[in-house]
């Protein structure tokens, strides 16, 4: 039986909240709601554009869809007294990256989806997207995990709008005029050629490119643009831009080994010519 994850009085407060600012500041318009079922435990599986596209996320959810929003939180944003009180009175789930808490982590949000029935969000990217365009970047295998030991249905929901709130790195948000932000849900990924087979770290990779892939597909659609060929690695950019540094400081190196000698040579030919004059 499904248990009530929520006390219904900090919700509602919270609800009207956020609907207030939202409404105030953005102009949204939300597709695909039919997509997302109205009972039973679902992944929400969506692009990170910006820190500040939780709430929007959220309110797409909780407006839009009718289901109520529930996240996996950072540890770091729990320990905040207020922000800690109103997470677990809405039932959000809190996460201690790099630690044994994190299993636990995904226990409960696993406990969420199975026992209570809950719609939990998740950003399979981890993080911002660091993609030059902006575009998803590739995905973490966690949500693919979980959706394959659960059985509960994926569905993607791409956005766009929320860089003109607050991009990434910023910490002064543009919030007038107000910023019109695109939301797209898909039909539920089809994992079917995934399920009732060991998880083994192949099979989940192509499972979450193949999550990964549906998402950037709805983003392509909002923005009329074509995605990038190959997704953004930001592991990969990170060593090929160590690469590139390891060259630039060793052509340096090499160049002031090439500017020693010459000044060396320059030095000796002007000791041999005074030796020569005095001669």
Known sequence: ????????????????????????????????????????????????????????????????????????????????????????????????RGSTDAVK?????????????????????GTCTRDPNLWPMIGKTGVARLALTTGVPVVPVAHWGE??????????????????????????????????QPLTGTLLKEATETIMADITALQARIRGEEPPAVPYDPRKARAEAGRAEEGRTRADGDAQVVDGAATADGEVGGDDARNGAGT
């Open 1 to 96: 039986m499904a248990e009530q994850r929520e006390s219904r009085w900090v919700k509602a407060v919270v609800s009207r909240i956020v609907r207030f600012v939202l409404w105030l500041v953005t102009k949204p318009d939300w597709k695909g709601t039919e997509h997302v079922p109205a009972e039973g435990g679902v992944i929400i599986a969506t692009n990170h554009l910006s820190v500040a596209d939780p709430l929007t996320v959220a309110h797409f959810l909780y407006i839009g869809a009718r289901r109520w929003p529930t996240f996996t939180m950072k540890d770091a944003v729990m320990r905040i007294p207020v922000v800690r009180s109103v997470a677990k009175s809405t039932g959000q789930i809190p996460v201690k």
């Open 105 to 125: 982590a995904l226990h409960e949000a696993e406990l969420a989806l199975t026992r209570d029935g809950a719609s939990v969000i998740f950003y399979p990217e």
């Open 163 to 196: 860089q003109r709130i607050l991009p990434y790195g910023s910490k002064k948000p543009s919030l007038f005029p107000r910023k019109r932000l695109e939301f797209l849900a898909g039909p539920p990924v089809d994992l079917s050629r995934f399920r009732d």
